[in-house]
């Protein structure tokens, strides 16, 4: 996967079109990424200890690597990602720039 933790990407499809974050997580065999306040769903909850209340609770969720693309951060503009071999080891480069991400 091109995409790595920390990451900071720009949803290019879906309801948070234009959206700019940072990859929380990913799931490799799902081929998705966890972003902080994006792809936020509303799921009931049942009361108890944690929430005396009930109600509904804000849950961010996963959104598959084919919606986003990364944002280079020499050329701050998004990007698609390749990889070369530079110096023995294997490194992602920005296809506009060619800087090393």
Do not use: W
């Not at 701050?76 to 530079?86: D, G, N, P």
């Amino acid at each position: 996967m091109k995409i790595k933790k920390g990451d900071k990407i720009e949803v290019i499809a879906g309801k948070d079109k234009g959206r700019t974050g940072k990859v929380e997580k990913v799931y490799r065999k799902q081929n998705k990424v966890l972003i902080l306040n994006i792809n936020i769903y509303r799921k009931h909850v049942k009361k108890s200890e944690q929430f005396p209340q009930g109600g509904m609770v804000e849950v961010p969720r996963p959104i598959d690597v084919s919606k986003i693309m990364l944002i280079c951060p020499s050329c701050k503009s998004k990007t698609r990602v390749a990889f070369e071999v530079r110096k023995g080891k294997k490194v992602r480069i920005c296809k506009k720039c060619k800087a090393v991400i």
